[in-house]
């Protein structure tokens, strides 16, 4: 299995989403010792910030792009290579003002694109070209939004991540969501962190004990 690995969040050492992404991998590879891992650190390798060049290059054919605006396409056309040579996903990051991090959403600006991650059909239907990968976000939340909690509708990440995603083919994703893990006593919070760890420790068994189906490329 091929898994590509992506942590968002712009702490290092101290942050509980890389910590548990880790977690997450370790369980991976002790069930599956031949794992091979595709690590992106979007801290350290933040995606560029949009420009009206790729805006105007990304909804123009291939054959009539300049090569200014293939130049500016070039990390996105890296990025979504990533993503459709793995079989398995793996996205952490924390809830940054209910949604995702910046550099999380820099990133998926890269990655969905015309022709490469989502396909036009000639019947006028959008079709993802991700179906078939295992994809896991994995979010690690400050406060408990589960339902029932005085913040559950505030949500906002859950719901972009889904639409986001869905969009380019990945329509059953699981989501583990580590909650709370900051504005809490430190009781809650070593609650929260077992519980993560006991539902990622459940996907790592069943992500083992199924092959990724055979990575769709092309609009199925
Ligand atoms: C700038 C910023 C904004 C945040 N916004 C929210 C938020 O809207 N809701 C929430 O529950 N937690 C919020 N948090 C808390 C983080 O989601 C929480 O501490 C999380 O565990 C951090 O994960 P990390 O250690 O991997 O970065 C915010 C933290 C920061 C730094």
């Known amino acids: ?4 690995h992506v942590d968002a969040s712009p702490k290092q050492a101290s942050s509980s989403s890389r910590t548990l992404s880790r977690f997450f991998v370790d369980q991976l590879r ?5 794992l091979s891992v595709d690590y992106l650190d979007l801290a350290a390798e933040a995606p560029p910030a949009m420009t009206e060049i790729f805006a105007r290059a990304t909804y123009t054919s291939p054959e009539e792009r300049t090569p200014q605006m293939r130049a500016e396409l070039a990390v996105s056309d890296a990025l979504c290579a990533r993503l459709l040579s793995a079989d398995a996903l793996l996205f952490a990051m924390p809830m940054h003002n209910w ?3 910046a550099a999380f959403k820099a990133f998926v600006d890269m990655i969905v694109r015309g022709g490469l991650t989502y396909v036009a059909t000639d019947d006028g239907r959008y079709v993802g070209t ?5 994809t896991l976000f994995l979010t690690t939340r400050g406060v408990d939004l589960r339902p029932g909690t005085p913040f559950a509708a505030m949500d906002a990440l859950t719901p972009a991540l889904r639409a986001a995603f869905g ?3 990945v ?3 699981v989501f583990v969501d580590a909650q709370p893990m900051q504005f809490a006593h430190e009781v809650e919070r070593a609650a929260a962190m077992r519980r993560a760890k006991a539902e990622l420790s459940l996907h790592a068994k069943a992500w083992s004990e199924t092959e990724p ?3 769709l490329s092309r609009a199925g």
Do not use: E, H, V
């Open 99 to 101: 949604t995702m991090p």
């Open 1 to 4: 299995m091929k898994l590509l």
């Open 171 to 173: 329509t059953d994703p």
């Open 167 to 169: 969009f380019i083919g």
């Open 130 to 134: 991700l179906g078939g990968r295992k």
């Open 30 to 34: 002790a069930y599956s010792p031949s």
């Open 213 to 215: 189906r055979a990575a």
